[in-house]
């Protein structure tokens, strides 16, 4: 893995800015057909448990299945699980995509499933969604029909100009826009990661939540394009993340995760 190079500009917070360095692993998308139900992917069928039922808003309505990680595929990263799979739907019928405003860790427009153990039997799994998701209103980021395969590396990453902790690493930043649009361009923080520093389009939805100071980026899904149509689209080419508490993380324990997305 190389490490980012820092900017001369930023030298005199060389230390500071090194101390923020985290794993993270970075994932592409590629389109693809005839996946297992037990592989990682950005849209297709979800992998379920026959006794699992497919996860719905309050009013019975289908999420739409957003993506799945099989941890067997991913590069280890500090802290996640190296098994099993995590999966994320969110509210596509509805015009914020289940965000919660007020609760972004009511799991109503959204929800996080995993499964410590993953059974490649497929007489045991759900295979009957397709009829399920039939009856999602697809106004959510992914497309009808698209399925992507995901492709994994293990990246280092320094903190983001767009993470609300930022201006104490580098206090001149303060209101100086200039300086944090250098900062963003001599770092990556597009992308979809798993761990890692979040980028937003608005502001970071933790900032003026003290509860929430603690939640760590769990999973980052931006918008993409492939072959020059939309393959994810949130808005006007926004990104959606989910957040954790590292102890719940570690734990496995995903019910307490902040949802957020946003667009310009």
């Not at 970075?26 to 996946?35: E, G, N, S, V």
């Not at 039922?53 to 299945?65: E, S």
């Not at 300086?179 to 761990?195: K, Q, S, T, V």
Request: with cysteine.
């Amino acid at each position: 893995m190389e490490i980012p190079q820092i900017p001369e500009k930023f030298f005199q917070y060389a230390e500071d800015i090194k101390a923020t360095m985290k794993d993270t692993v970075r994932f592409k998308l590629k389109a693809a057909k005839d996946l297992k139900i037990w592989q990682s992917k950005v849209g297709g069928i979800p992998y379920l448990p026959i006794e699992e039922k497919y996860p719905c808003n309050n009013n019975g309505i289908p999420l739409q299945f957003l993506l799945q990680i099989n941890f067997s595929e991913t590069p280890c990263l500090p802290g996640f699980p190296e098994n099993g799979i995590l999966e994320f739907y969110i509210d596509a019928n509805d015009e914020f995509m289940g965000l919660n405003f007020d609760n972004p860790t009511q799991q109503n427009g959204f929800r996080v499933l995993y499964f410590n153990s993953v059974d490649e039997d497929e007489s045991k799994l759900n295979t009957d969604i397709e009829a399920i998701v039939s009856h999602v209103n697809f106004n959510g980021p992914i497309s009808e029909g698209l399925q992507f395969s995901l492709d994994f590396s293990l990246e280092k990453q320094y903190i983001t100009g767009y993470d609300y902790r930022f201006s104490k690493i580098i206090p001149a930043v303060e209101d100086n826009f200039d300086m944090i649009d250098e900062y963003n361009d001599a770092f990556p923080h597009r992308g979809h990661r798993l761990g890692g520093y979040p980028y937003f389009t608005q502001t970071d939805p933790r900032e003026d939540a003290p509860n929430f100071h603690d939640h760590e980026l769990l999973l980052q899904l931006d918008s993409d394009y492939f072959d020059n149509n939309d393959a994810v689209l949130w808005g006007d080419a926004g990104v959606g993340a989910f957040f954790i508490k590292p102890d719940d993380l570690i734990k496995c324990d995903f019910s307490n995760v902040i949802y957020n997305w946003d667009c310009c």
